[in-house]
């Protein structure tokens, strides 16, 4: 995702001079955007809905003690009769024959242990349900969090890296007149060294201000899965 409005804004402005808040999305926009990237979020959500469906199997469960038999069944068959006539001792007749007999019926049963444990079951699918949205709104909760710290960071640094920069250029306009003073005697080698010192820390102090500022900023990124496109990040 990318926000081109926000990369014009911040080519034609100086990082230094405007607050990056300024040139960044709304932090609402970028809290809902790293909640719809966070997979952890996903995995929640997908975890409810496997919960959803275990439910919803174990309140139909029932349904499995009901249904239909059918019995097919093909051969030879011996078949006998017997035949009385008036006045006459019934006399018996045996056939042989090929054929196929079917039935179709209907059954309930009722497992004395599913009868006594389908509340239970259905009481713990429910729970599991409650459990993973619970679950999951705990996660967007630290994915908010993360945002908020992680985007006051980058404010923070923005500001560390501004007072570090004038500082720098304070300093390195008193080298350049303790330069002068040395060359024409008026001040003392120990003096010149110390000033060169300040000079030093007041460099080592920007860098580490500006290598924070753009780590934190790259950061917000990855969490929020938005590329800014601040071209002139770097002051």
């Known amino acids: 995702m990318q926000f081109s409005g926000v990369a014009q804004t911040a080519q034609e402005s100086d990082l230094l ?122 996660q967007r909760d630290e994915v908010r969090q993360l945002v908020i710290r992680q985007y006051q960071e980058l404010v923070l640094n923005q500001k560390l890296i501004r007072n570090k920069s004038k500082y720098f250029e304070t300093a390195k306009v008193s080298m350049a007149m303790a330069e002068k003073e040395f060359q024409n005697g008026t001040i003392t080698v120990g003096e010149y060294s110390r000033i060169s010192e300040i000079v030093n820390r007041a460099d080592d102090d920007f860098e580490t201000a500006r290598i924070n500022f753009i780590t934190s900023y790259l950061i917000l990124e990855e969490i929020v899965g938005i590329k800014f496109n601040l071209n002139n990040l770097e002051p």
């Open 17 to 138: 001079k405007i607050g990056i808040e300024s040139v960044l999305p709304p932090l609402g926009n970028l809290i809902d955007s790293a909640i719809a990237h966070n997979p952890y979020v996903r995995y929640r959500d997908l975890q409810i809905l496997v919960n959803k469906c275990k439910f919803n199997a174990d309140r139909s469960q029932w349904m499995r003690n009901v249904g239909v038999q059918t019995d097919i069944r093909r051969g030879t068959f011996d078949n006998f009769s017997t035949n009385t006539s008036e006045g006459q001792n019934p006399s018996l007749f045996a056939t042989r024959s090929s054929q196929t007999n079917y039935g179709v019926g209907a059954y309930i049963k009722f497992p004395l242990y599913d009868f006594v444990n389908r509340k239970n079951q259905v009481n713990l699918a429910r729970n599991e349900i409650e459990q993973a949205e619970s679950m999951a709104e705990v």
